[in-house]
């Protein structure tokens, strides 16, 4: 599995894109901006068929709710952010729990043996990454999944035509703005410097990378892939 040691280009993923998550407003209030439920990730969980000899790993873990959540359920969970700060508060929120471990790194930074884990959350953490390292992340999760694992993609992710984006994105930024704890600057920043993309793109990258594509739904512009690597 490539790392950040591999290649002199290789990208960055801990460089500073967007909102800043290192900062102490963004980290208490992030629960309450991105509607973080325990009972939520819970049923998620077991909608996924997370199981007690499973292993797992949540990138972009955040305060960790949902990593929290998962060691109560499987064998080992491993939360990985790139933010010290949101580690901070995860490993606070797990109370020492033995088989939840925290890495800080990221999609193209995490370290896990080849075909060593059961399932792979990702939770609006994708969208840091240009495209072209989205597929190079979405690639080194397939190295990490067993066959049969599955991989949990949710983030923003516009399904229009590219001459409909511009209406998309003002139409989300002003929803944000009206119904999140998020400002219109902070959605105008999203859009603008972070790097959320089409359905179309992410559903060709998983694809092409092997992944067989299990369920896609789209609320809006919040996708939802749930995609497997396939067991032969």
């Known amino acids: ?21 290192e900062d102490e407003h963004e980290v208490a209030t992030y629960d309450a901006r991105q509607g973080g439920s325990a009972e939520r990730d819970r049923a998620l969980l077991t909608q996924l068929g997370l199981q007690p000899h499973m292993a797992m790993a949540d990138i972009g873990c955040g305060t960790g709710i949902l990593a929290r959540e ?36 990221g999609f193209l930074s995490f370290e896990a043996k080849a075909q060593s884990l059961d399932l792979i959350t990702a939770k609006n953490a994708l969208h840091h990454l ?3 390292w989205k597929a ?3 690639a080194r999760i397939f190295a990490a999944l067993k066959p049969g694992g599955r ?9 229009v035509p590219p001459g409909e984006l511009a209406e998309a ?19 105008a920043c999203h859009v603008r410097e972070e790097y959320s993309t089409f359905a179309w793109a992410i559903e060709r ?6 992944y067989r594509i299990v369920e896609h739904v789209q609320d809006g512009v919040y996708g939802t892939f749930v995609a497997e690597r396939p067991a032969s």
């Open 130 to 132: 240009p495209d072209f």
């Open 205 to 210: 990258m998983l694809t092409d990378t092997g």
């Open 136 to 138: 190079m992340a979405l």
């Open 151 to 159: 991989l949990y993609l949710r983030d923003v992710m516009f399904a």
């Open 70 to 105: 998962a060691a109560g359920m499987c064998r080992s969970v491993t939360a990985i952010d790139v933010s010290a700060a949101m580690l901070a508060a995860a490993q606070a929120r797990a109370g020492g729990l033995a088989n939840l471990s925290f890495q800080r790194a």
């Open 169 to 187: 994105a003002e139409g989300w930024i002003v929803w944000l703005s009206e119904n999140t704890g998020y400002s219109r600057a902070e959605g």
């Open 1 to 21: 599995m490539p790392t950040p040691q591999t290649y002199d280009w290789w990208y960055d993923d801990a460089r500073q894109v967007g909102l800043d998550f």
